[in-house]
Nanobody, 122 residues
Framework: VQLQASGGGLVQAGGSLSLSCAAS????????MGWFRQAPGKEREFVAS????????YYADSVKGRFTISRDNAKSTVYLQMNSLKPEDTAVYYC????????????????WGQGTQVTVSS
């Protein structure tokens, strides 16, 4: 599956951004999806995941209550709504696919998108 992320940008602390990731090359409703991020000098970390049908989601503790992952299978797109952004959320955000939500959480991933930069100023 090919993934194309978009929607990053520069925002002030406390603001909001919405990321999108369009998928192609495979039946979208057959795959789980997730978001990861990598800050400068740090390892890539899990942010959120969503099951095939969207009925199950899982979040990293650092974003729980502020970020919401969702998907539209008719549009083959997964979203990440980010609210109450903090400077520590600054990173390149990547979408990724996996066979199951569990495989995404464990880091067993199928494909990665190219990444989109999110910068939160204080």
């Amino acid at each position: 599956v090919q993934l194309q992320a978009s929607g990053g940008g520069l925002v002030q602390a406390g603001g909001s951004l919405s990321l999108s990731c369009a998928a192609s090359g495979r039946t979208f409703s057959d795959i789980a999806m997730g978001w990861f991020r990598q800050a400068p000098g740090k390892e890539r970390e899990f942010v959120a995941s969503i099951s095939w049908g969207g009925g199950s989601t899982y979040y990293a503790d650092s974003v729980k209550g502020r970020f919401t992952i969702s998907r539209d299978n008719a549009k083959s797109t997964v979203y990440l709504q980010m609210n109450s952004l903090k400077p520590e959320d600054t990173a390149v955000y990547y979408c990724a696919s996996g066979e199951t939500q569990g495989s995404i959480i464990r880091g067993n991933l199928g494909s990665w998108g190219q990444g989109t930069q999110v910068t939160v100023s204080s």
